[in-house]
């Protein structure tokens, strides 16, 4: 048993890539929490011999937050000095022989993340934060520089062993960058590889790249990576190897003369003994790596599950490992490895020191791969110290951080021997009690109230207390059975049960042997031993005096009581101290005074502690309880709570103490002298515990997450620090982490800096199998417990700091008034006693001060509590608490009085209106109504709607939804609740239709008319939207419904919209609706395949792709092909059919068309007329026929589409229009003048094409080659020609014709002579005077608009100025009127008269209605355009037109040529 300090220390902190370093000599530093541990490592460490060579010397104390870097200064001479960077925002440079700060600074604006002392520069530190700024301090100058290279989070940096200026940098998202701090922080190399956290950066030792036989080229994974720029090869940073550990879970090898990867070290999965590979090790990785500088080709790095790697470089390809420690079982890490760092003792051994998440450091000798030693830690508070009565020297100890520890303090061989034990407790260890007689068997109890049972010598998970207090277990003791467990035989119960005292007060007997059955509350045995009415107190402590005959309670109100087996009478109770009791022990028995065994030292949340000497009381064994209110010793001199105190096993009387003020202190108790006094904590102590076996030794732990072993003979002081020592304590303690809330800052993307709480990424919390729970703490904040649970047994513990903000009082009034000086509060007990307990009538004295004390009317009758209530509810309503007010009334019953005060003030409530029915019906459905009114005013109408409900006002609530345009909700309602025929529902559909139908929601305007049973509303709000979808929605409505007529009509519609977009399928799937659109189909099917055919022909722009499959035949007459596919798809074969047909669309009527008709439009409305056509064929019916086909051809001269005529003529009268003339002719009909009409017209088209024919400079040209000429004549040409105005066709006779062949009168085909002796059907006499009269018609109104217009015009410039007389604008208005430039001199100056103009026109109407109506009627080709045509033809082809013809037109050019249009024409032909 060595005579040496030890300390168990924090755990070094989770997740810093360097939060560890170590120079030669054999010194080691961790950072933990929010200081830095030292150890000596090696011969100078002075261990016992044959122990492990370290020992943990001191601690840097000074940041306020978790340390999250610490790195030495390896240069020679400077050895002692060092840097540590903190989340409180500074990095400080230390001197660890004087543990002092030599200086510090706070550049950074951000959590530090890396720090880095250059191996090169004596006096550089380099750091860089989460933002990506990085700063470089030079120590001797004081000088700073700023880089700020990239806007990621710097996980890591390592400046360069080789050269002074160069840094590597690791980032979060994978990226590293080497940057030279010479030249602004320039990156030299970018490298990209990785895709998570770089997690560590390690320099290869030598310089160059020789040291791997590295064939780059075949060896590299991956194409060469660009570094961003082109630099010089300069001998630096030509070369070096560069090696990075990544979560990625690859570690990489850069070149940096290329700038690129060379190598990829994937980690291996390596399963460990005795069970697979636990699923979260993959997820859960840190890589962190150390590259030796004595043997460069080789790597160590960390994995998965915590163990360490040395990998084979020279042999890349193999990926060739060797495992840490692969013989000895359990000596690997069994968690995640943080950092590595090499160290080289005095006597020249290399050894490398890791950290890890296990809480264990570990030393390993880089020459045989096993580990030397480990050093235990604890990342949580020490609560309890309790060493072994039966194994002597081990010592049990209860932290905070999930795991019991069981040090046994007498390993020869290693003064660390600490067995953890995690399964099963998974929260703060509080409590903890060895079985007096059984081997191994250790009681422990947690925070959140949980008891069991731990064999320390095997590994089976601890039975556990089916009984679990509520709160925080304080303290187990073993002790014998009290009823009901001792009724049992001998046999049948336990010698000792467990005994354990909860943060709620209670304490509970638990049988070892049935821990599953139920444990007992003793206070139900105290209750009927001792007969006690009252009510128990709240027990916060229990100890049982070494001989089991006696049990101390101690109670939060600090009394103490005494009680006496076997059924717990009690016997005594100490009043003295007066704060909850903390801590009570026994003196032992075993002195060389027995009677001192009757000692029981107590300590509590006062800071004296009392020593009682109880042999009197227990021999004297009184009737009744005694009370005791004198110690027999005091012990005064701690400043703070007494949490623990121990009696020394070796001494008689003497006492430890363990106290809030941060020391322990050892007492003479007999002597009432303090000893000596331990200072070696940094935080409050917590538990304290003597050693069995050496007498000058203790043991401390504190919530600095330590425990010390200390001896009492190496102490400087004897007593508690007083004053001013105290001050200096304090700000010692003080400096530990603040146990504020947690941070407002969220923890860094860097890990879960919280340890404390149970880490979210590992859950082990849940799943025993996988490893102890991690709630260590955040190395910066203390554990989560802010004020520490009043230890043991604060009343107020975590709980309520926890608490929500506190509800407003109900009774503040009378509150405050019980809080206020204690004479006052004395003097109420005393009126309240008076009033209570007289028996006469109360004086007026007291009358007058009970009316003063109103708040005693809590304490005395009806009357004085009603007044409180109306004191306090006045109060309520002054301070804007309505409803604090209103439930004061309702306690009281008045509740109609608070409904009528609250409907008048607008402050009525749901649970008010809840509570209304108590005061009767009516009341209610008042209260209800007032409600909804307030409600209506507060915009909540639905709301308000639901009350009327529920007072069964439907119409009502019907009607406020309605009037609010809640109209959904309103027709919910009444279709719920009224009868279905009842009128309002109809006019709840009709109003919200029309309101969606006005906003353009038509479908959902349609829904509400079908509610209404509107139908046809509904039809007709579908189709508003005009598109193919919603018409053809509408028409199958129409149809469902019955609506047949507009069922069609939308159908039609429906079709045409179709029809635009060429869709011809879907066109007839709409048409197939109705049987009444069957003639629409027709004139469909005949428009597709006529599309079609001129699509053929290339005469239509517009491609279809949609057509039918019975369009696409080719074969045969067009005419044919109509009948046949109308046979074959439309079933037409009958007469009647035909004729059934034919009725159907003769209703049909279209209007004329003109110039700007639109095509498609054009074409449908020809179509119907040539569905006539066809149809009246079929039925025999020619005349019809011909008038149909007229129609067509009509149409399209109107709308001056020629192609159309023509392709009309081409389709429908291919042979011309004789077989119609026979037709006619055999019905002995005379030859109409529709028929002459259309002869004329086709004739026409003819005349056209031959002139075309011969204007085209071609010899060959033949009149027939009609391709040709539709290529040319495209439907603008055309339009030009048809608008009749012969000046443009002036053109082809205007231009010469040099090439135009002499004798091609002598090629004209028979059939163009034969055409052209035809052409006199066109010179029709009737048919020109009557287009010349319409023509005069046309100009004489066309000359009065212009009249109109220039009046106007002169009109609106007098107005604005002082224009002209009225004859004046006349004159000019007539001036303006004169002909045309081209028309004869004599006439420009010859200006019409209105009168004139008026003869004219009715001149013209006269001689127009004096033609037959049958010339009238059906459109006849320009008589004079076909006259000039022809005069044309014969100048261009002499001889091909006959002389008897061509003096017909000329006369005929006379007689009628006299407007304006032909004036000009007639005279050059005509003279």
Known sequence: MGQDPRTLPPSPNWYCARCSDAVPGGLFGFAARTSVFLVRVGPSAGAIPGTPPFRVIGELVGHTERVSGFTFSHHPGQYNLCATSSDDGTVKIWDVETKAVVTEHALHQHTISALHWSPQVKDLIVSGDEKGVVFCYWLNRNDSQHHFIEPRTIFCLTCSPHHEDLVAIGYKDGIVVIIDISKKGEVIHRLRGHDDEIHSIAWCPLPGEDCLSINQEENSEEPEIPNGKVIEQTPVTKGCYLATGSKDQTIRIWSCSRGRGVMILKLPFLKRRGGGIDPTVKERLWLTLHWPKDQPTQLVSSCFGGELLLWDLTQSWRRKYTLFSASSEGQNHSRIVFNLCPLQTEDDKQLLLSTSMDRDVKCWDMATLECCWTLPSLGGFAYKLAFSPVDMGCLAIGVGDGMIRVWNTLSIKNNYDVKNFWQGVKSKVTALCWHPAKEGCLAFGTDDGKVGLYDTYSNKPPQISSTYHKKTVYTLAWGPPLPPISLGGEGDRPSLTLY????????????????????????????????????????????????????????????????????????????????????????????????????????????????????????????????????????????????????????????????????????????????????????????????????????????????????????????????????????????????????????????????????????????????????????????????????????????????????????????????????????????????????????????????ERFHLGLFTDRGALYRMIEVEGK???????????????????????????AAERGELTDSLVAMAPVAGYHVWLWAVEAFAKQLCFQDQYVKAASHLLSIHKVYEAVELLKSNHFYREAIAVAKARLRPEDPILKDLYLTWGAILEKDGHYAVAAKCYLGAACAYDAAKVLSKKGDAASLKTAAELASIVGENELSSSLALRCAQELLLARNWVGAQEALKLHESLKGQRLVFCLLELLSRHLEERQLLEAKSSSYNTWATGTAGPFVERVTAVWKSTFSLESPEQYQAALQQLQSIKYPSATNNTPSKQLLLHICHDLTLAVLSQQVASWDAAVEALLRAVVRSYDSGNFTIMQEVHSAFLPEGCDHLKHKLGELQSLITPAFKSLEAFFIYGHLYEFWWSLSRHCPKSSVWVRASHRRTASVEQSQQINNATPEEMDSGDSQPEPNRPPELDVRLTEESKQMLITCKELFSEKHASLQNSQRTVAEVQETLAEMIRQHQKSQVCKSTTNGPDKNESEQAAEQSLSSPQNECKEEKNQPLSLPELTKRLTEANEKIAKFPESVKIWPFPDVLECCLILLHIGSQCPGSVTQDMQQQAQELLQKYGNTKVYKRYCETFCT
């Not at 009034?813 to 204690?822: A, E, G, I, M």
């Not at 109060?875 to 005060?901: A, I, R, S, Y």
């Open 500 to 851: 354990s005292c909860g943060g709620e007060g209670i304490v509970l007997q638990h049988n070892p042997w049935k821990l599953g059955g139920e444990a007992y509350d003793i206070n139900k045995l105290i209750r009927d031993t001792n007969s006690i009415k009252y009510k128990l107190p709240v027990h916060t402590e229990i100890s049982w005096k070494a001989d089991g005959k006696i049990m101390a309670l101690g109670n939060e109100d600090g009394s103490i009581e005494i009680f006496q087996v076997p059924n717990l009478k009690l016997i005594c109770t100490i009043q003295q101290h007066h704060k909850l009791v903390n801590t009570i022990s026994w003196h032992h028995e075993h002195g060389s005074q027995p009677e001192l065994s009757y000692l029981m030292a107590s300590g509590s949340n006062n800071a004296v502690i009392y020593v009682h000497n109880l042999k009197t009381v227990i021999e004297s064994n009184p009737e009744t309880p005694v009370t005791i209110t004198e110690p027999y010793r005091t012990l005064s001199g701690h400043t703070a709570k007494i949490t623990s105190v121990a009696w020394s096993p070796h001494h008689d009387g003497r006492l430890v103490s363990a106290s809030y003020d941060g020391t322990a202190q050892v007492w003479d108790t007999l002597r009432e002298e303090p000893l000596c006094n331990f200072r070696g904590h940094r935080g409050r102590l917590l538990c304290v515990a003597w050693s069995p076996l050496d007498p000058d030794c203790i043991y401390s732990g504190a919530d600095d997450f330590c425990v010390y072993k200390w001896l009492t003979s190496m102490q400087e002081h004897s007593r508690p620090p007083q004053g001013k020592k105290s001050i200096e304590l304090e700000k010692k303690r003080l400096s530990q982490p603040k146990p504020k809330p947690k941070k407002k800052k969220k923890p860094t993307s860097r890990a879960p800096v919280k340890q404390e709480v149970y880490d979210g990424n590992e859950d082990e919390s849940i799943r025993e199998s996988s490893g102890p729970v991690e709630n260590g703490v955040s190395d910066q904040e203390g554990e989560e417990e802010a004020r520490e649970p009043e230890f043991p047994s604060g009343v107020a513990s975590v709980e309520s700091l926890t608490k929500k903000r506190k509800a407003r009082s109900m009774l503040p009034l009378t509150t405050s008034l019980d809080h206020r000086s204690k004479e006052e509060l004395h003097q109420d007990c005393l009126v309240l006693a008076t009033a209570k307990h007289s028996k006469a009538e109360l004086n007026k004295e007291v009358s007058a001060d009970l009316e």
């Open 875 to 901: 109060g309520h309503l002054e301070n804007g608490h309505p409803e604090l007010f209103h439930q004061l009334m309702l306690w009281k019953g008045d509740l109609k009085g608070v409904l009528q005060t």
